[in-house]
Nanobody, 117 residues
């Protein structure tokens, strides 16, 4: 059973940075495409960034140039480096793993990111 555990969230001032981590366990990490999504209060969950098993990346337009997604297959971990954070990016950030064979999605429990002065 795949398990995803996010960490690294917290309170940061506008313009600040945070690095989120997602620890994967329970299967072969290298066959999964990974992603970060976020959900703000009263809004739908949205894709922030994704990285394929081969390392190709994709970003929401709103975060391009500020956020970087990466993965370490040896550590079974995916990261999201977030720079120049904005108050409107306050949300719960969720890690996602998609099995490239079955297309089944797994989700972590989420980590809160609050951008406020």
């Amino acid at each position: 059973q795949v398990q995803l555990v996010e960490s690294g969230g917290g309170l940061v001032q506008p313009g600040g940075s945070l690095r989120l981590s997602c620890q994967f366990s329970g299967s072969i990490f290298s066959i999964y495409n990974m992603g970060w999504h976020r959900q703000a209060p009263g809004k739908q969950r949205e894709l922030v960034a994704a990285i394929t098993r081969s390392g190709n990346t994709n970003y929401a337009d709103s975060v391009k140039g500020r956020f970087t997604i990466s993965r370490d297959n040896a550590k079974k971990t995916v990261y999201l480096q977030m720079n120049s954070l904005k108050p409107e990016e306050t949300a719960v950030y969720y890690c996602n793993a998609r099995d490239t064979m079955t297309l089944y999605d797994y989700w972590g429990q989420g980590t809160q990111v609050t951008v406020s002065s």
